[in-house]
């Protein structure tokens, strides 16, 4: 058996957000050198990257955590932003993770050089690797509207993702084009601090209501002294997510839905003024899109200061948005219009075997096996890569359980079972069109435009119930992979 402290046995992690320092904790327990490559100056992925006003995790912080790493500080049942991204600073420094990271040096090139990965980054350095992890995350690439004008615009104007903290929005007419769960946030925190909001909604949402919880000092010191407490809500706060949402978005006709739906109705009433209810009011069936979560939205947009301006835009001038004829004048233009979810790794440059490009193998839309691996490209996995349940499970849970899956393969490989590990072109087509049938009776599919959907309109994430996730994860098909050829 290969020692999995050998040099030969180096991974290369590419990005050190949430799955990228969980990979580091895990290759360093499992004894594996790696080397984490790093775009930014800190760890925290979109955490680092999104400092929006209102920002904060819509999933329950107690399941937003690594399961070997319980938060007991926790401010609240759904956490600011800030303290999301401090949690990954801290995880990371505690366990060693940041000397191993190279900050500042985006790879921008991967070639499978017959054995080993070749890694270049944008520094201009070239090493090699046995492995490669990308953990490189699915919303950072932000997506800037294609809207008539938009350079024109004179003031102040940014992505969600790329919020300017030297403008002060205090007192100013401000703009919001998009409405997802960015938007509303931005729409509820901004709103008190603004002279006028205008915000620009193409397609009403489902908000589901949920009560902002803050832990008291004495539960949070329970949390401290009694692990098990801790793990106990972690579990079933788990349990219940998976077996309850996460399966009843795979079946468009489950009564769950329904009732969320019907919660959703509920929160809508709310809104006194009846075309203003009207113009809130979603067309479509609630989860279609991605379930927006907030508790004070509709008191935000009921504001004498907030405009909720739904007719089409049909340019943007020096001064403002031009709506249904209407100049709407504005100070600074915010665009919440949400992320490219398709590049992943790219624009690096990928090569696997016999000089395919990723690209040319994705230029319809990416798609991989089982979310982790795709022919052609031995030794290279992937962590919430594409076809990953994005709208199903904590993204933490799953890249935990995918970091598990990988390193049964590489150890499998490396007890001299396979030559490499490439997954076969069979057992990729066979998940993929299974996963393609699947797709279509889940609930992203019954009629809305979303960001959960491919260039054909078929939803693109992980269409299996969770206990399905769990045994391909626990247990890898290894027959699935090739006995390959150098
Ligand atoms: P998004 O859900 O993709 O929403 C983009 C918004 O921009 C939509 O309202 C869209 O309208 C609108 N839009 C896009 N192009 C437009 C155009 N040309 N003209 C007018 N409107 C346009 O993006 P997001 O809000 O940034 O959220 C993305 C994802 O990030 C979320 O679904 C979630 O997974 C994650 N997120 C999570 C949290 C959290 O609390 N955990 C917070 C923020 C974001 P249409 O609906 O008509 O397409």
Redesign the pocket.
């Given at each position: 058996m290969t020692s999995r402290s050998g040099n030969d046995n180096t991974f290369a992690v590419i990005g050190a957000g949430m799955s990228g320092v969980l990979a580091g904790i895990k290759l360093m327990e499992a004894g594996y050198p790696f080397q984490i490559f790093e775009k930014a100056d800190r760890v925290g992925g979109t955490w680092r990257e999104?400092t929006y006003p209102g920002?904060?995790?819509?999933?329950p912080s107690h399941i937003y955590s690594y399961s070997f790493e319980l938060n007991p500080d926790w401010s609240e049942f759904?956490s600011p932003g800030s303290e999301v991204q401090e949690y990954f600073e801290r995880v990371s420094k505690r366990y060693g993770v940041d000397s191993h990271i190279r900050f500042n040096e985006a790879v921008t090139r991967c070639t499978w050089m017959g054995d080993r990965w070749e890694i270049e980054t944008e520094k201009g350095t070239v090493e090699h690797f046995r492995w490669v992890i990308a953990a490189t995350g699915i919303?950072h690439h932000p997506?800037y509207?294609?809207?008539d004008g938009l350079a024109d615009f004179e003031g102040p104007m940014f992505h969600?993702?790329r919020w300017d903290h030297d403008v002060s929005i205090e007192g100013k007419k401000v703009g919001l084009?998009?409405?997802?769960?960015?938007?509303?946030?931005i729409t509820a925190a901004v709103a008190p601090e603004v002279e006028k909001l205008s915000v620009?909604?193409?397609?009403a949402?489902w908000i589901v209501p949920n009560e902002r919880v803050v832990y008291t000092e004495e539960e949070k010191e329970a949390f401290r002294t009694d692990a098990d407490l801790l793990r106990t809500l972690h579990t079933e706060m788990s349990t219940a997510f998976n077996d309850g949402f996460a399966t009843s978005v795979i079946d468009g006709n489950s009564e769950l839905l329904d009732d969320i739906q019907a919660r959703c109705l509920e929160a809508l009433e709310t809104v006194q003024d009846p075309e203003l209810k009207e113009k809130l009011r979603p067309t479509y069936k609630a989860a279609c899109?991605?379930l927006v979560?907030s508790h004070n939205f509709y008191d935000a947009v009921q504001r004498a200061n907030v405009d909720i301006v739904t007719a089409d835009?049909e340019r943007i001038e020096r001064n403002g948005v031009r709506a249904g004829g209407e100049l709407h004048e504005l100070d600074i233009l915010v665009l919440?219009?949400?992320?490219h979810v398709d590049a992943f790794m790219r624009p690096m440059n990928i090569t696997g075997r016999n000089g395919i490009i990723l690209d040319e193998v994705w230029k319809d839309w990416p798609s991989a096996y089982l979310s982790i691996a795709v022919p052609e490209f031995p030794n290279f996995f992937m962590l919430n890569g594409p076809n990953s349940p994005?709208g199903n499970f904590s993204l933490i849970q799953t890249a935990e359980m995918q970091f598990d899956y990988v390193l049964k393969v590489v150890d499998h490989i490396n007890q001299g079972n396979l030559d490499l590990a490439v997954i076969s072109q069979e057992a990729y087509e066979r998940f993929d069109a299974e996963r393609y049938e699947a797709a279509k009776g889940t609930v992203w599919a019954t009629g809305c435009?979303?960001?959960y959907l491919d260039n054909n309109g078929v939803p693109f994430a992980w269409p299996f119930p969770f206990s399905r996730f769990r045994a391909e994860m626990e247990a890898p098909k290894l027959e699935d992979y090739e006995p390959a050829k150098r």
């Amino acid at each position: 058996m290969t020692s999995r402290s050998g040099n030969d046995n180096t991974f290369a992690v590419i990005g050190a957000g949430m799955s990228g320092v969980l990979a580091g904790i895990k290759l360093m327990e499992a004894g594996y050198p790696f080397q984490i490559f790093e775009k930014a100056d800190r760890v925290g992925g979109t955490w680092r990257e999104n400092t929006y006003p209102g920002i904060a995790c819509d999933v329950p912080s107690h399941i937003y955590s690594y399961s070997f790493e319980l938060n007991p500080d926790w401010s609240e049942f759904t956490s600011p932003g800030s303290e999301v991204q401090e949690y990954f600073e801290r995880v990371s420094k505690r366990y060693g993770v940041d000397s191993h990271i190279r900050f500042n040096e985006a790879v921008t090139r991967c070639t499978w050089m017959g054995d080993r990965w070749e890694i270049e980054t944008e520094k201009g350095t070239v090493e090699h690797f046995r492995w490669v992890i990308a953990a490189t995350g699915i919303l950072h690439h932000p997506k800037y509207p294609n809207i008539d004008g938009l350079a024109d615009f004179e003031g102040p104007m940014f992505h969600t993702a790329r919020w300017d903290h030297d403008v002060s929005i205090e007192g100013k007419k401000v703009g919001l084009i998009g409405t997802g769960s960015s938007g509303v946030q931005i729409t509820a925190a901004v709103a008190p601090e603004v002279e006028k909001l205008s915000v620009f909604q193409r397609t009403a949402q489902w908000i589901v209501p949920n009560e902002r919880v803050v832990y008291t000092e004495e539960e949070k010191e329970a949390f401290r002294t009694d692990a098990d407490l801790l793990r106990t809500l972690h579990t079933e706060m788990s349990t219940a997510f998976n077996d309850g949402f996460a399966t009843s978005v795979i079946d468009g006709n489950s009564e769950l839905l329904d009732d969320i739906q019907a919660r959703c109705l509920e929160a809508l009433e709310t809104v006194q003024d009846p075309e203003l209810k009207e113009k809130l009011r979603p067309t479509y069936k609630a989860a279609c899109k991605r379930l927006v979560v907030s508790h004070n939205f509709y008191d935000a947009v009921q504001r004498a200061n907030v405009d909720i301006v739904t007719a089409d835009i049909e340019r943007i001038e020096r001064n403002g948005v031009r709506a249904g004829g209407e100049l709407h004048e504005l100070d600074i233009l915010v665009l919440a219009t949400g992320f490219h979810v398709d590049a992943f790794m790219r624009p690096m440059n990928i090569t696997g075997r016999n000089g395919i490009i990723l690209d040319e193998v994705w230029k319809d839309w990416p798609s991989a096996y089982l979310s982790i691996a795709v022919p052609e490209f031995p030794n290279f996995f992937m962590l919430n890569g594409p076809n990953s349940p994005v709208g199903n499970f904590s993204l933490i849970q799953t890249a935990e359980m995918q970091f598990d899956y990988v390193l049964k393969v590489v150890d499998h490989i490396n007890q001299g079972n396979l030559d490499l590990a490439v997954i076969s072109q069979e057992a990729y087509e066979r998940f993929d069109a299974e996963r393609y049938e699947a797709a279509k009776g889940t609930v992203w599919a019954t009629g809305c435009n979303s960001w959960y959907l491919d260039n054909n309109g078929v939803p693109f994430a992980w269409p299996f119930p969770f206990s399905r996730f769990r045994a391909e994860m626990e247990a890898p098909k290894l027959e699935d992979y090739e006995p390959a050829k150098r």
